[in-house]
């Protein structure tokens, strides 16, 4: 110890290539002051009454889009990346020494998210390099499925198994079914390992066809209800949204006889379902995790709070080792409130194409234990360094270890003392379950600040940032950390539809923060740094975005600043993060089709809910796909598929550019005399758009666009272009 007390158990340091950045935004910066002098001393002449217009909407927009350039500027000016020193975290404190950690794991509907996907997620969690007796985890059941139930069931047999055999080979990923994908090749360099892995392979296969079965009839079969008295539980739910609370510790760690093969702890296993009634509103995602805060603060109480959602497991077992480095350091740890790790979404693992027609994405090749993972990093990754920088990054919902006490709405002072976890209550499992009944049940929150100032908040679909801003501003500040191996792995949507409803809940949650009296601009400057709330902005404005672009597509005069200055990542940057110029391309069409479809949706649908003709919905994202649209996945090809308004709006504005190039009479004339670039970008609209055009009349699959969207957008582009005639 002694001298080992002094040393950081982190370290800090700006991004690369900075300066470099700094020149390059300069550099934009002047290109849009002289669009602008342009724009300023060439105004046309009044009587012109048509041209004055178009000139002062494209101006408009323009000062929309360099507003946006300054704050996508702002995020990225002061990124900085993190690094953990884990020997001198294991050298300062013995194992017992170190604290209490509580996971909690988000499902909500068994047919969405399946449950072998979910175990798999509970497993890998369960599976950390961490003292056991010290980790709980929860699963917070919002489908309450009994189905669900069995296979957490099932998965705390098989952790019996599973953990001393992750603990023995160092298993990475611990997630089995990730594991088992991927580790056949490897299992013949290691001569010891090979009897076992198949061993626990077949169990692992045995026990995941046996929930297949189950989960296929949709009915637990009375044998196995047989097993444990949970199922009985199950005799008073009425209905999805209609049920009394089932709190369930499947394992419980104070127990002695909780051990594995190896007769090595366990970590404990939970199962909730909060209590719901049609007559109260259940907060989705916020208000499940605010019933696992308080029960688990009744059964484990630890001090540190790790949350992911059931598709996104860990893929890397020093994690939470990790965070506790940023946390646990003695000069700098203290007002740490929580540590995100980056949002990493698996596409396929080695030999498969990567797809990346969905994505914002960057492709990074990991080599990690011989064996190379393919996977996509969200584009928020240099978000996240950008907003560390500023002040404190961003919560993104998973992937995130939280202070209890910051989580609970507990402003930072410097004399807050970390409350003490004490597991060594006797009492009975059944007692304990009780009163956490209680805690989950629909009126416990009544009257309460929960959802308000304590807890994950609620006035927003997107729960995460609203959440993160409320801890920022309570001078707490909170840490990025992406280490060298991804430390989450999640699914993306595969069809292009998941994608945008996605983005369009997003998009809506992110306008409820902005016009509520949250939005990040009111905050104190004391508490949050104005480049902070800048930062925030660029999330906020989503919704709004969605005319300026508009207006760009429809309006076709906005070429010099769109292509090459105004766009929110640049090709330099891409290329610069690892990506490939083809998957640029397919960011600038992602980019296109959120802004012309989810984001409008998004503004359109939260102005109802203003004038309460409609009710906020939480639409939860499809994790499986049929094996036709996981082939066109794989082979990049853009999965339509379905009628949606959506598609529709695409099709139009797609054909619509289609025809004013080919026309290239009137429409384009008019304003192609002032600035000349209108061919150009209707070239580059159009061919952003061919795979929407060839998805209308040249494909014959299922993810084509059906024929009824396709005659709607002919209809509209033909009305369309009439009247721009005329
Ligand atoms: O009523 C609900 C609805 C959703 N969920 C869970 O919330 C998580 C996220 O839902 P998903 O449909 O996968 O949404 P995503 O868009 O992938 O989630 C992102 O965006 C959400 C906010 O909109 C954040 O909460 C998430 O952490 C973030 O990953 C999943 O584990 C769900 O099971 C619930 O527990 N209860
Ligand atoms: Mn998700």
Known sequence: MGKNRHLPLFETRPGRGLVLFRWYAASIFIAI??????????????????????????????????????????????????STFKDRLSARYEEEALPGVDIFVCTADPRLEPPTMVISTVLSVMA??????????YLSDDGCSDITFYALLEASRFARLWLPFCRKFKVEPASPEAYFQMSAERVVHDSAMPHEWSIIKKSYQDMKSRIETVTRSGKVPADIREEHDGFYEWDLVSGRLDHPTIVQLLIDGRDPNAVDNEGKALPTLVYLAREKRP????????????????????????????????????????????????????????????VQYPQTFKIAYADIRIPDILNVSIMINMVANDERIDCVLNASKLELAGFDGNGGTFYAGTGCVHRREALCGMKYSKELKATKSDRKIRETASSIEQDCKALASCTYEENTQWGKQMGVKYESLVEDILTGMSIQNRRWRSVYFNPERTAFLGVVPTTLLDTLLQHKRWAEGQLQILLSKHCTLLYDRQNMPLKLQLSYCN?????????????FVIVPAFCLLKGISLFPSSLVEFVWCGGTVRGWLNEQRMWLFKRTTSYLFAFIDHILKLCRFSKPAFVVTRKVADDDVNRRYEQEIMDFGSCSPMFTILATLALFNLF???????????????????????CVLVFINLPTYQAMFFRRDSGKIPASVTLQSLTFALLASALAMY
């Open 279 to 338: 007559q109260f509103h259940h907060h989705f995602k916020a208000g499940a995790l605010n019933a696992l805060i308080r029960v688990s603060s009744r059964i484990s109480n630890a001090s540190f709070i790790l949350n992911v959602d059931c598709d996104v497991y860990s893929n890397n077992s020093k994690t939470i080792r990790d965070a506790l480095c940023f946390f646990l350091d003695e000069e700098n740890g203290h007002d740490i409130a929580y």
């Open 128 to 137: 950390y390099d961490y003292p056991p007796e010290k980790l709980s985890v």
């Open 660 to 682: 004013g190039l080919v026309a290239t009479g009137d429409v384009v004339l008019k304003v192609s005399d002032i600035f000349g670039f209108q061919i150009l970008l209707c």
């Open 33 to 82: 002051c002289f669009i602008f002098w342009y724009r300023l001393t060439y105004f046309p002449a009044p009587e012109t009454t048509t041209e004055t217009w178009v000139w002062v909407g494209m101006f408009l927009s323009e000062l929309w889009f360099t507003f946006y350039f300054f704050i996508t500027v702002v995020v990225r000016w002061n990124l900085v990346f993190r």
């Open 539 to 551: 999330y906020m404005l989503w919704a709004p975005n969605s005319f300026a672009t508009l207006y």
